[in-house]
């Protein structure tokens, strides 16, 4: 569009350039009388000032367009480091009272007891077996957890199991707790490795999840040890608390 316009502004600049050439032969020439030649002077002179006035106007209109375009960028600039500079600050936040749940294998006198009830199948009849899976955590976090839940446990033997029933707790920074797992199920196994998936959030609302990978040892059918193999990083699943 700004290029129609510049070409069309050159257009009228040439005739405004032109016009008194062209008044001033008319005129000299006499293809008209003297009053015409007159008339056809101020017929001139109306066209050169619309076309003047036109300019003026044009070059007005397109010094404020160039003045609203700059600052519409530095709005958009300024909009776009306050955002980021918001979302700076709101993850500082969340890092400072981050929870995060790691292994615990020393002294759990004052620890949170937790418990979940798992079955490896709807048929309760044929559960033959239960196993109490122990599993020891600390809260190692700037944060307290909130909600502790377990929302699942998997076995790479079998599907992906929740639980039938499960304790919501929450636990202070640097608190212990002792997950007891009662996994009732109908087959007999020597060991068996398996993954507990747990969610919680901190003080400001943040949901993580976190998964402990362990293997339980059994010795004539009973449990015997369970390992923690490996626990997670943590995972941030939903933000909470913004800033306003």
Do not use: C
């Not at 007005?60 to 918001?86: F, I, P, W």
């Not at 007891?113 to 309760?124: P, T």
């Amino acid at each position: 569009m700004d290029e129609k316009q510049d070409k069309l502004l050159r257009k009228i600049w040439i005739v405004i350039l032109l016009s008194p050439f062209i008044v001033g032969l008319i005129v000299s020439i006499n293809v008209v009388d003297i009053t015409i030649s007159n008339d056809w002077i101020g017929f001139y002179g109306t066209i050169i000032g619309g076309l003047v006035t036109y300019f003026s106007i044009y070059m007005s209109m397109k010094g404020v367009r160039g003045q609203l375009m700059t600052q519409k960028e530095a709005n958009d600039l300024t909009r776009y480091q306050l955002n980021n500079e918001k979302i700076k600050i709101e993850e500082e936040r969340r890092l400072s009272v981050r929870a995060y749940i790691n292994e615990f294998s020393g002294d759990s006198k004052g620890a949170i007891s937790y418990l979940a009830v798992m079955f490896d199948d709807h048929r309760l009849e044929e559960h033959t077996y239960q196993d109490d899976i122990i599993l020891n955590i600390k809260n190692i976090g700037l944060g307290p957890i909130i909600s502790l839940k377990v929302i699942g446990m998997k076995s790479f033997q079998a599907e992906f199991l929740t639980p039938f029933h499960e304790e919501t707790k929450s636990l202070e920074k640097d608190g212990i707790m002792i997950i007891t797992i009662s996994y009732m199920h109908s087959q007999s196994f020597l060991s068996n490795n398996q993954q507990v998936i747990l969610e919680y959030y901190d003080i400001l609302d943040n949901l993580y999840t976190q998964s402990i990978t362990f293997t339980v040892l059994k010795k004539d059918g009973r449990l015997e040890k369970t390992i923690i193999n490996n626990i997670s990083k943590q995972e941030l699943i939903t933000s909470g608390k913004k800033i306003n």
